[in-house]
């Protein structure tokens, strides 16, 4: 018996026009269940707002977009957070720069346990033991990323990468099962990127979460991913391994034309 590797998102013919630019340009992806994809392309060729229409921040103009074998299409973004623990980062680093490194982890918590006004302002037994919990599993993942000494330090008076580690943390809370992360390495430094690559190459390795990154610096996507794939112009140019790839012509020639 042949067993199928299970499909953690699948796009069919995803487009998305902005009226008259083609941002995205009717693609077809399968991401496979647990593995490390790069996404690479030129500035422009549409992988943020791929991103986008996978996570509901956008609604596609045509396609559709499965994660697992749900359609999720046009999905508001909380709910495919909540039912699929579809996640995903942006390129700037997006935290509540007024709340501790460890209350925005218990709110990323509480935004996909805790749905609706009466788990907000609840205050029963039950949500004060979970709150107690996620109090605990914050602990858990600064310790993780190396963030156990910024605690109880607010976000905004954390350096840019380490608002970066702490939005990757956000995104453990939930337990995800796949994470969409919009250039993690853009701006920070070395020893901070490697920092990154190792949890999730943890992540990826101890609970399975399968990843979808987008990234600029291409040497450390093409250490990290199993498979690398290239958009222009919103459309995908190139898929497989990574090394290979990277020294396709045709994908060569797209960078060079910008
Ligand atoms: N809200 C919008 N309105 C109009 N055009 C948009 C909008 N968002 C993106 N675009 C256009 O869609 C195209 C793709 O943009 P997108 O941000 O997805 O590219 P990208 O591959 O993420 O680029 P970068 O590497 O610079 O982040 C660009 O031409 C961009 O100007
Ligand atoms: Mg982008």
Redo the contacts with the bound molecule.
Sequence with gaps: MVVEPRTALSLRGVR?A??P????AGVDLDIVAGEICGLI????????????CCTGL?RPTAGRVLAGATDITGWEMARIARQERLLRSF?KAVVFRALTAEDNLVLAGQMTAFPGLAATFGCGQNTRRRVRELRDRAGVLLERVGLAHMRHAKAGEMSFGQQKLLQFASMLMPEPRTILL??PFAGINPVLIERIVENIRAVNREQGVTFVI?E?NIDVLRDLSHRLVV?SR?SILADGDPDAVIRDPLVVEAYLAG
């Design positions: 998305k902005f009226g630019i083609v941002a995205v392309g030129p500035n422009g060729s549409g992988k943020s707002t791929l991103f986008d956008l390129q919009d250039e987008v600029h958009l919103g």
